[in-house]
Nanobody, 127 residues
Framework: QVQVVESGGRLVQVGGSLRLSCTVS????????MGWFRQAPGLEREFAAA????????YYVDSVKGRFTISRDNAKNTLYLQMNSLRPEDTAVYFC?????????????WGGGYDVWGQGTQVTVSS
């Protein structure tokens, strides 16, 4: 059974930084692309960032480009999201998802392309 656990979310002030982590077990982590999505109160879940299985290719939503960095450590089965220059509009529950197919990466921006999700971690940016 695949398990996904996010951590690292907390209350932070505007302009601050956070690093989120996501550990995966029960699947060959190094064979699957991964994504970070976020959901703000009253809104639908939206794509934030994605990374290929090897870590060589990354994608970001325009609103986080230049501020967020997605990375992975395949030896530790762990995905990261480094978030800098945080803004109030970054406040959301952040979820990581595991790509549905090994070595698949075509639908990185669509939630339906991921078949396993964690429970989420809350990030709150206070002004």
């Amino acid at each position: 059974q695949v398990q996904v656990v996010e951590s690292g979310g907390r209350l932070v002030q505007v302009g601050g930084s956070l690093r989120l982590s996501c550990t995966v077990s029960g699947r060959t982590f190094s064979s699957y692309a991964m994504g970070w999505f976020r959901q703000a109160p009253g809104l639908e879940r939206e794509f934030a960032a994605a990374i290929s299985w090897s870590g060589t290719t990354t994608y970001y939503v325009d609103s986080v480009k230049g501020r967020f960095t997605i990375s992975r450590d395949n030896a530790k089965n762990t995905l990261y999201l480094q978030m800098n220059s945080l803004r109030p509009e970054d406040t959301a529950v952040y979820f990581c998802g595991v790509e549905r197919r090994p070595y698949g990466f075509e639908k990185y921006g669509w939630g339906g392309g991921y078949d396993v999700w964690g429970q989420g971690t809350q990030v709150t940016v206070s002004s």
